[in-house]
């Protein structure tokens, strides 16, 4: 026992004295990598030890004993000091030395995640999850697996905002693909959340398009929503799947999903009556799926679609003829659905009060503005970069063995305008 | 040989003239000729070689006079033409000059023999021959200097103007050069010709390509000139306000006329088709970068489709045009 008290201490005497220089530390990362045996056996000094350590300068060594104290059941008691000296340290760490062992500090956040669940507070973690996320990442453009957890606390924390900030973000390189089906469905519940109906469609189009191998059930909840975006964004929905999806998932998501796509053949016909009816005899499936609030929505969004196809027919009509040819209740109602939509940009239209005739308008964007010049050339230069990024992959995919040894094989025997002879298939 | 002229002449000089120097110079380069002692010769030869074996000759001088008019203190040179040199008498042909004169003033009756040119990169001794050999004619001639070395870091034109002037060397009376000043004056129809030569590109201009690249530098250039002029104005500006530089008040109106010359136009009508027009050429910029990187994209999903792609057809892809 006395010897393992020493060799703690000596350890902690080392983790202080090389954690100064890049060398250094990652001499210490594999000191640190032999002796997890050590901390696994010694967890009830450990809690002391971490008080001698500053996680902003020792933030490997702390990471290791940090890990061991947690790899242990943790009582109701201890879980609240845990979650605070854990947010501590992702706060203070240094992300150069975590990087050194992402695994470890994965599994750290993850309890801690389990914790702040645990204790029913989820929106303590948000923040230390957020900061531990970004000190993680390699680059803007990298999903790690903190990601859907994130997204997680958010959603369960009701803190949709900061979510948004995240899925602002392009994501070019995943670390698991089970990470980017949970963050593309997280990620599109946060949208739904704050109305951001497109990005929301897009994040769950990711997910029902997504290579997968077998069905996962994420992919199954996906769709559904999908069905119901699609219905309340686009006011259609088109069965056929795309012909980048799976064949896996073309052959098998429907059988989950039939009284969804019930529901699209009642909003297919365009009367309220029949999607009143649809919604009711499914009313159990939709609540079990907890997808009740978006089926509401899609009959809402109903109304507006009828209104807006009402513009292309008529130039003026009046709020009670709207009120009947979209089967609402009386004017008011026909007029306070109106001016919801012109709030919203859907429709544009003036509304006169006098006589309760409302006349449509055409867009009246005129592409003039300073503001419409910025937005062309923010986008010109997403997409600038956009190219810049596919030409460098185009240039990788050319180097990959496996593409020019298929690539020689097809390749015709004698080339059209010489006549030498053409090795027909490559060699490395 | 050369300090400031004090005869009080002006001259302005015509591109035309540059040009037709520069031309024959290049011509009789071109053409270039077995050595011996024959700096040059004004027939069309027919193209001959230069001699190999011997070192590659100094570039040959080209001569030839210069036509103008004189209208009391402004002495304007117009036009040029060649003349032979004939080495052995260190004179130019005298024949075939006033041959010359005399068609030339069939045409241009005002135009009178201004003086002669030469290329080089100073005025030397022996020119001073010609240029007394002339002095009959007009008892003042210039000389028109080309130097046809290109210097990059030369920002003015290698064109110098020399008169000569008795001055008393040593108790000796001697005629000198001595350099004078000149400008460079354009009629409408010169701006627009010189303008065009100056454009000529040595590659084939053809296609609709490299004729934007070739508008769109030109434009560029002409931009970044302006700007960085701007910027020393502004500069200069910045530093009289600070105090740096004593206050010139003949400067600053000069600065204050400019800026009340813009902006040219100014009304509700010309912004709003300039911002139409402006939105609609980023518009089509951003269709050519779309396109561009679909067709990008549509490389990369072949290729990794013929890569990973289990189920690819077999014999032969569809190539994507």
Not at chain 1, 35 to 43: A, K
Not at chain 2, 166 to 192: C, K, N
Not at chain 2, 227 to 236: D, E, G, Q
């Amino acid at each position: 026992m006395n010897l393992n008290m020493n060799s703690m201490e000596s350890l902690v005497a080392q983790i202080q004295g090389l954690s100064g220089s890049i060398a250094d530390v990652n001499q210490l990362h594999s000191l640190l990598k032999q002796s997890e045996d050590l901390f696994h056996s010694e967890l009830a000094r450990l809690a002391p030890l971490l008080t001698e350590l500053d996680p902003s300068i020792h933030s490997l060594g702390y990471l290791y004993i940090l890990e061991a104290c947690t790899s242990a059941p943790i009582s109701k008691e201890q879980a609240n000091e845990l979650v605070l000296s854990v947010a501590r340290f992702i706060n203070l760490c240094a992300a150069e030395q975590i990087r050194l062992a992402p695994d470890k500090f994965i599994s750290v956040c993850k309890r801690f995640k389990d914790q702040v669940m645990l204790l029913e507070d989820p929106m303590r973690g948000v923040a230390p999850m957020l900061t531990a996320l970004r000190k993680l990442q390699l680059s803007s453009e990298h999903l790690t697996t903190l990601h859907p957890d994130f997204l997680l606390l958010c959603l369960l924390g009701k803190c949709y905002k900061t979510g948004l900030s995240i899925l602002e973000d392009d994501i070019f390189e995943v670390d698991q693909p089970r990470d980017f089906f949970l963050y593309c469905y997280y990620g599109g519940m946060i949208c739904i959340g704050q109305k951001k109906f497109s990005k929301a469609l897009e994040l769950l189009h990711n997910v029902v398009t997504a290579p997968m191998s077998i069905l996962n059930s994420i992919a199954v909840e996906a769709y559904k929503k999908y069905i119901l975006v699609s219905l309340i964004h686009l006011g259609q929905f088109s069965i056929s799947f795309p012909k980048y999806t799976s064949s896996v998932a073309q052959r098998n998501l429907k059988n989950f999903s039939q009284p969804y796509l019930d529901l699209v053949n009642s909003y297919g016909t365009g009367k309220i009556s029949e999607l009143e009816t649809c919604v009711l005899a499914n009313n159990e499936k939709f609540e079990f799926d907890k997808n009740l609030g978006l089926v509401k929505q899609v009959v809402s969004s109903m109304y507006k679609r009828n209104i807006q196809r009402l513009t292309q027919t008529y130039l003026t009509l009046s709020l009670q003829d709207i009120a009947n040819t979209v089967q609402l209740h009386s004017a008011k109602e026909a007029e306070m659905h109106v001016l919801q939509m012109i709030q919203d940009g859907e429709i544009y239209a003036t509304i006169n009060q006098k006589d309760g005739m409302v006349r449509f308008l055409e867009d009246p964007e005129q592409y003039k503005s300073c503001e419409m010049i910025e937005r062309i050339d923010s986008s010109i230069q997403r997409i600038m970069m956009l190219s810049r990024k596919l030409t460098d992959m185009d240039e990788l995919l050319s180097c990959d063995p496996l593409y020019l040894a298929k690539a020689g094989r097809e390749r015709q025997r004698f080339d059209f305008d010489d006549f030498d002879t053409v090795p027909s298939k490559f060699t490395i | 040989m050369a300090s400031s002229s004090s005869s009080g002449l002006t001259f302005k000089l015509h591109p035309l003239v540059i040009v037709n120097i520069s031309d024959h110079y290049t011509r009789i380069k071109s053409q270039s000729l077995p050595p011996p002692t024959t700096p040059h010769t004004a027939s069309a030869s027919n193209g001959a070689a230069a001699d190999s074996s011997s070192p590659p000759p100094p570039p040959p001088r080209v001569f030839g006079c210069v036509i103008g008019v004189q209208r009391g203190r402004t002495v304007e040179i117009f036009n040029s033409f060649e003349l032979l040199y004939d080495p052995s008498t260190h004179s130019l042909d005298r024949a075939f000059l006033e041959k010359k004169q005399e068609l030339y003033k069939k045409v241009f009756p005002n135009f009178y023999i201004l003086g002669w040119y030469s290329t080089g990169s100073d005025a030397q001794e022996s020119d001073m021959h010609i240029h007394r050999a002339l002095m009959d004619i007009n008892e003042s001639p210039v000389y028109v200097l080309l130097n046809p070395s290109i210097n990059p870091a030369q920002k003015d034109l290698p064109v110098t103007i020399y008169e000569s002037e008795l001055h008393v060397i040593d108790g000796i009376p001697q005629l000198i050069f001595v350099r004078s000043s000149y400008t460079i004056e354009t009629v409408e129809a010169e701006r627009i010709s010189i303008d065009h030569v100056a454009h000529l590109k040595p590659s084939d201009g053809g296609s609709a390509a490299t004729q934007l690249a070739a508008h769109l530098t030109g434009i560029h250039s002409a931009i970044k000139m302006l700007n960085s002029r701007i910027r020393v104005l502004h500069h200069y500006l910045l530093a009289m306000q600070k105090g740096d530089i004593p206050c010139e008040n003949s400067l600053l109106r000069q600065v204050s006329s400019l800026l009340r010359r813009l902006p040219a136009i100014e009304s509700e009508k010309f912004q709003d088709d300039f911002l139409m027009e402006y939105n609609d050429t980023l518009l089509i910029s951003y269709l050519a970068m779309f396109t561009n990187c679909s067709s990008t994209m549509n490389e990369l999903v072949d290729k990794f489709n013929t890569a990973y792609d289990r189920h690819s057809r077999r014999g032969g892809r569809s190539a994507f045009i």
